[in-house]
């Protein structure tokens, strides 16, 4: 069974970290994935650094940027994540724009992932009907796990489609904003959580967007499966660096 359905099946509210590849230095990405896991993170999403980041708020933006100015790219990330898989076991995810994947060709990069260990990628920018028709069999053949974004704007219908065509979770975006710590969360995002909660779907959510403390991972996972915390983990890396991640997790929960 593919990991991210094992984690989501454990009894308990899961915590994901985000992080750019090649960030703060070229070769930390594997220091802090090691770090993130034994510090009781469940699952982990190495940012894939591209150009031109859209959805991306100011702290993810220039951390991307700053990994590729630190020279990393596709297949530089691979060559470290050769051998992850002799020292981590939790879920690790993919996340960045269809851009970088289309150039590496996608039965290739797919393979790779594979080959790697990679469980699952999140590409915001890949449409539904674009992946169902031209990759879903590719995903598949390669064992990797497609998560789609819904954002409090989504209507009901899509969100249907997009449960249907899921097969791990549901990436819920608390806000129609970029990325980015924030303090809370008001009425209307609360609302937003218990108005996907009440629609029973198969797939288990993880909130994104937002998500910087224990409060807001604890307002987060209130009615969703888990939170994703990105930012909040990008500014302590720039301050403190990569030698004291466990400080950072034990301050979520």
Known sequence: MNRIKQKLQEDKKILSIYFSAGYPNLDDTVKIIQDLEKSGVDLIEIGLPFSDPLADGPTIQESSTAALNNGMNTALLFEQLKD???????????????????????EEFCSRCEEIGIDGLILPDLPLDVYKEEYKTT????????????????????????????????YMVSSASTT??????????????????????????????????????????????????????????????????????????
């Open 84 to 106: 992850i898989r002799k020292t981590v076991s939790i879920p690790l995810i993919l996340m960045g724009y269809f851009n970088p994947v289309l150039q590496y060709g996608v």
């Open 139 to 170: 995903f598949d053949k390669h064992g990797l796990i497609n998560v789609f974004l819904i954002t409090p704007q989504t209507s009901d219908e899509r969100i249907k489609a997009i449960d249907d065509a899921s097969e791990g979770f549901i």
């Open 180 to 253: 980015g710590a924030k303090q809370g969360f008001g009425t209307e995002q609360s609302d937003y959580f218990e108005r996907i909660a009440k629609m029973n779907l198969k797939n288990p959510q993880i909130v994104g967007f937002g998500i910087s403390n224990s409060d807001t991972f604890d307002q987060a996972t209130k009615s969703a499966k888990g939170a994703i915390i990105g930012s909040a983990f990008i500014k302590y890396l720039t301050a403190n660096g990569v030698d004291n991640i466990g400080a950072f997790v034990k301050q979520i929960r």
